[in-house]
Nanobody, 125 residues
Framework: QVQLVESGGGLVQAGDSLRLSCAVSGRAINNYKMGWFRQTPGKEREFVAAISANSGITSYADSMKGRFTISRDNAKNTMYLQMNSLKTEDTGVYSC??????????????????WGQGTQVTVSS
């Protein structure tokens, strides 16, 4: 069974940086495309970033471009999200996800098969 565990969230001030990690167990991460999504109260799950199995393809939500960087270390079975220049509107629960068809990426959460529990990111002004 594939399990995903996020870490690295916390309370920071606007302009600060955070690095989220997503540790995967149960199967090699190179079998999956990976993504980060964000959930805030009263809103639907929002796409943040995605990366293909060999890191050859990445995609970002427009509001994250230039500030966030998604990466993966298949040898460590771990994915990362480096978040710089954080804004108050970045606040939310960030979840990582793994999906089949590893050499494609998707912004649609329904194309992901496994999910972590999420880590809270709170950005204060």
């Amino acid at each position: 069974q594939v399990q995903l565990v996020e870490s690295g969230g916390g309370l920071v001030q606007a302009g600060d940086s955070l690095r989220l990690s997503c540790a995967v167990s149960g199967r090699a991460i190179n079998n999956y495309k990976m993504g980060w999504f964000r959930q805030t109260p009263g809103k639907e799950r929002e796409f943040v970033a995605a990366i293909s199995a060999n890191s050859g393809i990445t995609s970002y939500a427009d509001s994250m471009k230039g500030r966030f960087t998604i990466s993966r270390d298949n040898a460590k079975n771990t994915m990362y999200l480096q978040m710089n220049s954080l804004k108050t509107e970045d606040t939310g629960v960030y979840s990582c996800a793994a999906g089949r068809n590893p050499y494609y990426i998707s912004r649609n959460p329904t194309n992901y098969n496994y999910w972590g529990q999420g880590t809270q990111v709170t950005v204060s002004s």
